[in-house]
């Protein structure tokens, strides 16, 4: 059977009254989509890719807002974002380039209030922010499996960490402002040696 190529800018698919339900094409940067509609013809779900290989799913309620999307970028990340009524981000789970998979929650007005992830090497970090997004708890295994627990100041400045260390003695330091050590219990404590990975959001987060 002889193979028929059929080539056009877009094509739409109709239902048995006249509505469009699909539509296949590329945009104005020549970017390929399709998109598919409800029976009101408001946008229900969309794929595309974009110029750099970047592929995305969007999925619409029936009011056309945008709740749920899924995308693999370019470097290799992917990221699955729901999203409320309002058009706020309020959960997403994404990995980055190395592999390492990180859930973020959002709260109402779209801000960061939690984060955990896992790095490349399998350490846990679990993050606590606060309404204007920044850390200010954060909580996590060192390399070797250790505990420790990091608190911040407002301004994101390091104030105390509590922990153990890969002997299981218990440790305690007070940082001042400029970041210096004012308490520590034991007086030698290896701190260096309780340190854990930052934790990055799935790309795309703002």
């Known amino acids: 059977m002889k193979k028929r190529v059929v080539r056009?800018?877009?094509?739409?698919?109709?239902?048995?009254?006249?509505?469009?339900?699909?539509?296949?094409?590329?945009?104005?940067?020549?970017?390929?989509?399709?998109?598919?509609?409800g029976p009101d013809e408001r946008l229900r779900a969309r794929f595309g890719v974009q110029l750099?290989?970047?592929?995305?799913?969007?999925?619409?309620?029936?009011?056309?807002?945008?709740?749920a999307t899924f995308g693999?970028?370019?470097?290799?990340?992917?990221?699955?974002?729901?999203?409320?009524?309002?058009?706020?981000?309020?959960?997403?789970?994404?990995?980055?380039?190395?592999?390492?998979?990180?859930?973020?929650?959002?709260?109402?007005?779209?801000?960061?209030?939690?984060?955990?992830s896992l790095a490349q090497q399998g350490s846990p970090t679990i993050s606590l922010q606060d309404e204007d997004g920044k850390v200010r708890a954060r909580l996590g295994l060192a390399a070797e499996g250790s505990p420790i627990l990091r608190?911040?100041?407002?301004?994101?400045?390091l104030r105390a960490i509590m922990g153990l260390t890969a002997e299981g003695t218990p440790v305690i330091q007070f940082m001042d402002k400029k970041g210096e050590p004012t308490w520590m219990a034991p007086e030698k404590l290896p701190i260096e040696d309780m340190s854990e990975e930052e934790p990055v959001p799935p790309q795309g987060e703002d």
Do not use: C, H, W
Request: glycine share 14%; hydrophobic share 35%; proline share 2%.
């Open 8 to 37: 056009t800018g877009e094509i739409e698919v109709e239902d048995s009254q006249g509505r469009v339900r699909a539509r296949l094409g590329v945009t104005n940067d020549d970017s390929p989509f399709v998109a598919f509609y």
């Open 52 to 67: 750099d290989g970047s592929a995305g799913l969007a999925i619409a309620d029936d009011e056309g807002k945008v709740r």
């Open 72 to 116: 693999l970028f370019s470097d290799g990340s992917a990221s699955m974002a729901m999203v409320d009524q309002n058009g706020k981000v309020r959960a997403k789970f994404g990995l980055s380039t190395e592999g390492s998979p990180t859930l973020a929650l959002r709260n109402k007005d779209g801000q960061l209030g939690f984060v955990y």
């Open 151 to 157: 608190l911040l100041n407002k301004d994101g400045e």
